[in-house]
Nanobody, 121 residues
Framework: QVQLVESGGGLVQPGGSLRLSCVAS????????MNWYHQAQGKQRELVAS???????NYADSVAGRFTITRDNARNTVYLQMNNLKPEDTAVYYC???????????????WGQGTQVTVSS
C-alpha cells in the first residue's frame, strides 16, 4: 500500500521558517513528480510547488522566492523549505505524487494526510 507521510508543520510567527518533509513508501519514488499543495480553511486546494523526476521546479506566484522544493531520491523524500512565512500561508499542506507512463492513459496519483501550518503572532 502506497503511503505518503508528511511532517514538519506547526505554529510559527510571521517571518519565520519551517521545513516540511514527505516520505513515500512502496513507489518508485524517483520517477514521480512530487507536489506540495495547500488548502486554507474554506478554500480550494492549491498547488504550491512541484518538482519533476528531472528536478525541474515550479512555484505558485504567492510563494516564489520564499519557498524551495527539493527531493532526495535515496531517502524517498521531498521537502518544502518555507521562509519568510506570512499569515496567509496558514493552511493544511499536502504532499502529492503523480506519474503518467509514456503513451499511457493511466495516471498514478497518491496523497498524504496533510500537515497543519499556522503562521500567527
Amino acid at each position: 500500500q502506497v503511503q505518503l507521510v508528511e511532517s514538519g508543520g506547526g505554529l510559527v510567527q510571521p517571518g519565520g521558517s519551517l521545513r516540511l518533509s514527505c516520505v513515500a513508501s512502496t513507489i518508485t519514488f524517483s520517477i514521480y513528480t512530487m507536489n506540495w499543495y495547500h488548502q486554507a480553511q474554506g478554500k480550494q486546494r492549491e498547488l504550491v510547488a512541484s518538482i519533476t523526476s528531472g528536478e525541474t521546479t515550479n512555484y505558485a506566484d504567492s510563494v516564489a522566492g520564499r519557498f524551495t522544493i527539493t527531493r532526495d531520491n535515496a531517502r524517498n523524500t521531498v521537502y518544502l523549505q518555507m521562509n519568510n512565512l506570512k499569515p496567509e500561508d496558514t493552511a493544511v499542506y499536502y504532499c502529492n505524487a503523480i506519474f503518467t507512463p509514456t503513451r499511457s492513459t493511466l495516471t498514478y496519483e497518491y496523497w498524504g494526510q496533510g500537515t497543519q501550518v499556522t503562521v500567527s503572532s
